[in-house]
């Protein structure tokens, strides 16, 4: 079992930044790959970013390419996921993910289902 808290949601003005982070305890984390989710008001939970849990090879939805940066922490048992440049569509519910132990490649690192573990969600709003 794996538990999973985020941190660091809030009110930003749109160009401005925030850090999420995600803290895991119950399993070792390098055992398991860690994404990051978002469901904004009436959409579905959509992909955001990954990290691979060997090489720290990371992924990213074309939507936040160039503007977020996901990253891991082993030692603290911590994902990052540093937010620039914010828009008011990335305003939504920011969930960390955990699993994706046997995915190779974006295609599987996208997908909810690769993803046993779920955090409760952090709040992100971007004013324009």
């Known amino acids: 079992q794996v538990q999973l808290v985020e941190s660091g949601g809030g009110l930003v003005q749109a160009g401005g930044s925030l850090r999420l982070s995600c803290v895991a305890s119950g399993r070792t984390f390098t055992s398991y790959a860690m994404g990051w989710f978002r469901q904004a008001p009436g959409k579905e939970r959509e992909f955001v970013a990954a990290?691979?849990?060997?090489?720290?090879?990371?992924y990213y939805a074309d939507s936040v390419k160039g503007r977020f940066t996901i990253s891991r922490d082993n030692a603290k048992n911590t994902v990052y996921l540093q937010m620039n440049s914010l828009k008011p569509e990335d305003t939504a519910v920011y969930y960390c993910?955990?699993?994706?132990?046997?995915?190779?490649?974006?295609?599987?690192?996208?997908?909810?289902?690769?993803?046993?573990?779920w955090g409760q969600g952090t709040q992100v709003t971007v004013s324009s």
């Open positions: 990290i691979s849990l060997s090489y720290g090879s990371t």
């Open positions: 993910a955990a699993g994706g132990y046997y995915c190779s490649g974006y295609g599987c690192y996208s997908k909810r289902g690769q993803y046993d573990y």
